[in-house]
């Protein structure tokens, strides 16, 4: 069965120091979301590319985060300088197309997810 | 915008019983209602979805129910085993990007 990849599955840094997270989605998956999760809350959407564009990124600290998707398939989400505040799961997920009009029906809004990257910040 | 809350955080049953989430939404709009189940150490998983236009969904022992006028839904485990334990999310989302409004999650504990 298809997943979306993620790498590295831990990673521990320092503060000020800079990270970067890879996200392969499923093949065929037009649409990507990079995930903010805190331990004991739900996820929290940072931004979301259809093909290679940027959907909304309103989420995003621009001033430390960074996302792209250069040439639609795999992405890649850079903190740089990390702080301590963003120790947290950081999930990727795929969906088929998310633009509205497209067809596709129910598969169309099902979110698959990576197993996530748990980052520590000391 | 939207705003989803979910209830209890955490719930513990004995096994075999019956165990229910339930979840509200503010946004009249939202039409589209997932259920996703995370393990330790792993991503969510879609266990069971609904539409707006359906009011109750079955698989074999889960099952979501969705009430539009009281801006509620719900998910039903049935005959509860150990392999059940974990942490469930209800999400909300709107036609317009299919982002979804997630819940605080529910740590479900199944007792032997």
């Known amino acids: 069965e298809a997943e979306v990849a993620q790498s590295p599955r831990y990673k521990i840094t320092e503060k000020s120091q800079a990270v970067a997270f890879w996200c392969d989605p499923i093949?065929?998956?037009?649409?990507l979301y990079w995930y903010r999760q805190i331990l004991g809350q739900g996820p929290e959407l940072l931004v979301q590319f259809q093909d290679e564009s940027v959907v909304d990124d309103s989420q995003l600290p621009k001033d430390r985060f960074s996302a792209e998707r250069l040439k639609g398939v795999d992405s890649t989400l850079k903190i740089q300088p990390a702080e301590l505040g963003d120790s947290a799961m950081y999930l990727c997920?795929?969906?088929?197309?998310?633009?509205?009009?497209?067809?596709?029906?129910?598969?169309?809004?099902?979110?698959?997810f990576g197993a996530g990257t748990r980052l520590s910040v000391l | 915008g939207e705003n989803v809350e979910q209830h209890p955080s955490t719930l513990s049953v004995q096994e075999g019983d019956s165990a229910v989430i339930k979840c509200t939404y503010s946004?009249?709009?939202?039409?589209?209602f997932p259920w996703y189940k995370q393990e330790l150490g792993k991503g969510p998983q879609l266990i069971i979805d609904i539409r707006s236009n359906v009011g109750e969904k079955k698989d074999q022992r889960i099952a979501v129910t969705l009430n539009k006028t009281a801006k509620h839904f719900s998910l039903h485990i049935t005959e509860t085993q150990p392999e059940d334990s974990a942490v469930y999310f209800c999400?909300?989302?709107?036609?317009?990007?299919?982002?979804?409004?997630w819940g605080a999650g529910t740590k479900l504990i199944i007792k032997p």
């Open positions: 093949s065929g998956h037009a649409t």
């Open positions: 999400a909300a989302s709107k036609g317009s990007n299919y982002q979804l409004i």
């Open positions: 946004d009249s709009a939202s039409n589209y």
């Open positions: 997920a795929s969906s088929l197309d998310s633009r509205p009009g497209t067809s596709g029906g129910r598969a169309k809004n099902i979110q698959y």
